[in-house]
């Protein structure tokens, strides 16, 4: 299973959603999201990292003075089960690993995309996944 979600923000917050068929190999080709229950959870979870990376970028250029256009923010889940799951009944931990590349559009300085790329790492659902979160069921 692979999952890739592509937003694109510009500087009025007007943003765009694309996504990876799910079910093809091949996620280089994406296409426009038209409504969110088109989404599979884990491309609801790459929508939600990105479009809240897009929104940390352009509120943090707007308040600084930084000339941001827009922002694209790629993202990539990837997990091969039977991969993971070669030896199941000795290890049953998995590495989940979210591809994140982030792109600027704008007439930006060497210094000013160093910020930002700085910045991308306050987004709140990252460090939430980074972090990890408990889950209380009753």
Do not use: W
């Not at 930084?66 to 694209?72: C, D, F």
């Amino acid at each position: 299973m692979a999952e890739r979600v592509v937003v694109y923000q510009d500087k009025t917050y007007r943003t765009d959603f694309r996504a990876a068929d799910p079910a093809e190999d091949d996620t280089s080709v994406v296409e426009p999201v038209m409504h969110l229950h088109n989404l599979t959870p884990y491309g609801m979870l790459l929508a939600s990292l990105g479009a809240c990376t897009a929104i940390v970028l352009n509120t943090y250029a707007h308040n600084h003075g930084i000339p941001l256009r827009g922002v694209t923010v790629d993202t990539s889940f990837a997990r091969v089960f039977a991969d993971d799951c070669e030896d199941c009944e000795i290890d049953d931990t998995y590495e989940e690993v979210i591809n994140e590349k982030v792109d600027f559009e704008g007439d930006l300085d060497e210094s000013q995309l160093r910020r930002l790329h700085r910045v991308a790492k306050a987004c709140s659902i990252r460090r939430l996944l980074e972090n990890g979160i408990r889950v209380i069921s009753d």
